[in-house]
């Protein structure tokens, strides 16, 4: 069994800050790519940011230069710094992990909700 547990969502205002945390638990050899997607009412979930256990990144257009995703493999915690948030980045913000020998999970998602 493995659990992603997602913290760090809220209201802010447009200009604002909020960090995402995703701590991945469990029956866990070793945790590859991890990553966070987003979905917005109406929208289909699309892709934020991921990194590889080597810390390799990747990040969708939308977010570069304003997110900043992290890792801490001693932890399987993965982290989303969010700076000078949209009112557009409103959405439900899920985390994602490939378990080596396990497959992907999802984590619950948690609301981020911008103001303008």
């Known amino acids: 069994q493995v659990q992603l547990v997602e913290s760090g969502g809220g209201l802010v205002q447009a200009g604002g800050s909020l960090r995402l945390s995703c701590a991945a638990s469990?029956?866990?050899?070793?945790?590859?790519?991890m990553g966070w997607y987003r979905q917005a009412p109406g929208k289909q979930r699309e892709l934020v940011a991921t990194?590889?256990?080597?810390?390799?990144?990747n990040y969708a257009d939308s977010v570069k230069g304003r997110f900043t995703i992290s890792r801490d493999n001693a932890k399987n915690t993965v982290f989303l710094q969010m700076n000078s948030l949209k009112p557009e980045d409103t959405a439900v913000y899920y985390c994602?992990?490939?378990?080596?020998?396990?497959?992907?999970?999802w984590g619950q998602g948690t609301q981020v909700t911008v103001s303008s």
């Open positions: 469990g029956n866990i050899f070793r945790v590859s790519a």
């Open positions: 994602n992990a490939h378990i080596v020998l396990r497959g992907g999970y």
């Open positions: 990194i590889t256990s080597g810390g390799y990144t």
